[in-house]
C-alpha cells in the first residue's frame, strides 16, 4: 500500500512538473521578424470581388504577433484558407504561373505549420520559424500583385508617351538643327 500511495504521489509530480514546462510554450508569444508586406490601393481594388483572399488576410495579420498555442490551434484553419485560396483565383489577371506558384508555396507552409500542431514535442523556436516562413511567403504574393499593377500602370504610361510622340508633326531635322544652332554667317 505503501508503494502504492508513493508511487501514486510520484506521477502527480511528474505531471505537474511536464504541465509547468508546457506552459512557458503556451503562454509565449511569437513576434513575426518583418511585418506583412500590404497590397496598394490599385491591388486592393483588383482582390476586392475575392472573398477567400479577404478572409485569408483577416487571419494570417493576426499571425504577426500571437501566442505560439494559438499559432498551432488556429493553423489548421489558415492552412484550409489556403488551400481555399489557391483553389479559386477568382481574378483572371491573377491567374497566371507567377501567381498560381507562390499560393502553392504559401499554401505548403500552412500545412507545414499546421503539421506541427500534431507534434507534443515541437519546439518554439521552430515554431516562430515556420510561422516567419507563412507571413513571407504571403508577403510574396502580395509582392507579385503589386509588382504586376505597377507594370501595368508603367505599360500605359510608355503607351501614351509613345502615342503622343507619334501624334507629334513631323518636323525636318535641318529645321531643328537651325533651331539649335542659328545662322553666325547673317549676323556679321
Known amino acids: 500500500m505503501l508503494v502504492f500511495c508513493l508511487s501514486a504521489c510520484k506521477n502527480k509530480e511528474q505531471k505537474a512538473e511536464e504541465e509547468n514546462d508546457s506552459s512557458p510554450l503556451e503562454s509565449s508569444m511569437i513576434k513575426s521578424e518583418k511585418p506583412i508586406t500590404r497590397l496598394n490601393s490599385k491591388s486592393e481594388e ?41 483553389d479559386s483565383i477568382r481574378v483572371e489577371k ?10 502553392n508555396v504559401l499554401y505548403s507552409e500552412t500545412l507545414r505549420l499546421a503539421d506541427m500542431s500534431t507534434i507534443p514535442t515541437i519546439t518554439e523556436m521552430l515554431v516562430v520559424e515556420e510561422n516567419n516562413n507563412v507571413i513571407d511567403a504571403y508577403s510574396a504574393l502580395n509582392i507579385k500583385i503589386n509588382n504586376m499593377n505597377t507594370q501595368d500602370q508603367l505599360n500605359e504610361e510608355i503607351s501614351k508617351f509613345v502615342d503622343e510622340v507619334l501624334d507629334e508633326p513631323k518636323r525636318d531635322s535641318l529645321e531643328i538643327k537651325d533651331e539649335i544652332e542659328p545662322d553666325n554667317s547673317k549676323s556679321n
Request: aromatic content about 8%; overall charge negative; charged content about 25%.
Open 46 to 86: 483588383l482582390i476586392a470581388t475575392w472573398p477567400e483572399y479577404q478572409k485569408f488576410d483577416e487571419l494570417i495579420t493576426q499571425y504577426q504577433e500571437i501566442s505560439m498555442n494559438e499559432a498551432l490551434l488556429n493553423s489548421v484553419e489558415l492552412s484550409a484558407l489556403a488551400k481555399e485560396l489557391r
Open 94 to 103: 491573377l491567374n497566371i504561373p507567377e501567381v498560381k506558384i507562390r499560393l
